[in-house]
């Protein structure tokens, strides 16, 4: 989960500062078969955009598939993106939380409670930046709460680094990353905060924005090479692991940025990012079975953060399409893929 905006043809952080992905690494942890892609030309499904808000940033839809949760300013005011969840048509928004920044949120798989990253109770730590790898603020800590924001529970004491939060279907774990000492992992624990484990520990490999798959023992995610870090081009790789850190897999092998998945119901498919030169970021769908890969957005914008609805018909992304040149500003976007599934 992590934070672009566009601005003077460089991506930034969500209000914050960023990074531009550009050129090409070819990371180790598995073959080098090359992914077969659909051609890139093209027509664009119809979208529709959740309105309500002057900036959104990634989100993820509720188990019901009525709402969303998203990092969001709600008006231009606002200098800081914080958790709000919404209807599907852009009414009923919710804020969360108020106090520090947020980032990453998600909802639990029986719709009972949420989980997000703020720096809320850190404010001297939180100096950072959410899209900075190297200047992450480490005041972030994890927290969940009822979806009216009320019983909130803090989850981390440790002032590290914790966000790219999410929960696997079967609402046992929480999966997120940490950083320590400049190196970033995947941690899993109980919903309670029990039971920490760390998931990956390799020695190059900067992992992030996972996610479980469906069966709640798989995970999905993106990794960079720690070597590549603070250099212009940063290209990523996606990747799976079993959530006891067992059978690392690269699953993407074409050069450039792969960036930002998330599975489908199907256990078959999944949505990610590629950036296509010369500074475009897209949505594609893949089949993990096949590598056949399916071009979903066509647009000069930046469109980031695709997720899955509930029952695989639905993606939702963040784009900045129709937004003021130079605004920095994003919306939330729908599209139906069902057809293409």
């Known amino acids: 989960m992590d934070h672009f905006s566009k601005r003077n043809n460089t991506f930034t952080g969500t209000g914050i500062k960023g990074l531009l992905f550009l050129l090409l690494i070819c990371l180790g942890c598995g073959g080098n078969q090359e992914t077969p892609v659909i051609p890139t030309r093209g027509v664009e499904l119809p979208v529709r955009v959740v309105p309500g808000f002057y900036s959104a940033a990634e989100s993820y839809f509720s188990p019901d598939g009525q709402r969303l949760i998203l990092n969001a300013r709600l008006i231009e005011q606002e200098s800081e993106y914080h958790v709000y969840t919404v209807r599907l048509d852009g009414t009923d928004i919710r804020r969360i939380n108020s106090l520090g920044a947020d980032a990453c949120s998600y909802y639990f798989p029986d719709g009972e409670r949420l989980i997000f990253t703020s720096t809320r109770d850190n404010p001297r730590l939180a100096r950072g930046d959410f899209s900075d790898p190297a200047n992450y603020p480490t005041g972030a800590e994890l927290y969940t709460c009822r979806p009216n924001g009320s019983d909130l529970k803090r989850l981390t004491r440790n002032q590290l680094y914790e966000a790219e939060v999410s929960l696997s279907p079967d609402g046992q774990w ?31 490999l900067q992992e992030g924005g996972a996610f479980y798959m469906p069966d709640s023992r798989h995970i999905i995610f993106r990794a960079w090479d720690i070597n590549d870090q603070g250099q212009q081009g940063m290209p990523m790789t996606i990747y799976t692991i079993n959530h006891d850190g067992t059978d690392l897999k690269r699953i993407t092998y074409e050069e450039g940025v792969n960036w930002s998945p998330h599975p489908s119901p199907d256990s078959v498919h999944f949505v990610f990012v590629k950036l296509l030169p010369p500074h475009n970021f897209e949505a594609y769908l893949m089949n993990m ?53």
């Open 174 to 204: 929480v999966l997120f990353g940490r950083m320590t000492e400049g190196r970033m992992d995947l941690w899993r624990m109980r919903p309670d905060g029990t039971e920490e484990f760390q998931i990956t520990n390799t020695r190059d």
């Open 289 to 341: 079975d096949t590598g056949q890969q399916t071009r979903l957005t066509y647009n000069d914008g930046f469109d980031a953060f695709p997720s899955f609805s509930p029952d695989g018909h639905t993606i939702s992304f963040s784009s900045s399409r129709d937004q003021p040149e130079g605004s920095r500003r994003m919306a939330i976007y729908l599209m139906d893929i069902q057809n293409l599934l």
